[in-house]
Nanobody
């Protein structure tokens, strides 16, 4: 049984930072690409970042330079460090396991339940 559980969301002020975590179980974590998506109210879920089994990364242009995705295979955990947060980053953030081992393109197969991030102005 594959399970992905996000944590670390919350309320932060614009310009602040937050680190999201995704703990995985029921899979050989190190063999798969992992990714972060986000979904704002009334908007499509969008890909934020991915990290391959070899730790190659991909970032959406809107977050590049401010967000950092990383993974710790020994802990079966993927992280999303978010710095210089803007109100536009307010969304539910979801962790996903990919179909393969490459960073991009990314095909999500399993999803976490999401964690809310709210950035106040």
């Amino acid at each position: 049984q594959v399970q992905l559980v996000e944590s670390g969301g919350g309320l932060v002020q614009a310009g602040g930072s937050l680190r999201l975590s995704c703990a995985a179980s029921g899979l050989t974590f190190g063999s798969y690409t992992m990714g972060w998506y986000r979904q704002a109210p009334g908007k499509q879920r969008e890909l934020v970042a991915t990290i391959s089994s070899g730790s190659n990364t991909y970032y959406a242009g809107s977050v590049k330079g401010r967000f950092t995705i990383s993974r710790d295979n020994a802990k079966n955990t993927v992280y999303l460090q978010m710095n210089s947060l803007k109100p536009e980053a307010t969304a539910v953030y979801y962790c996903a396991r990919g179909r393969g081992s490459g960073s991009y393109p990314f095909t999500p197969v399993y999803w976490g339940q999401g964690t809310q991030v709210t950035v106040s102005s």
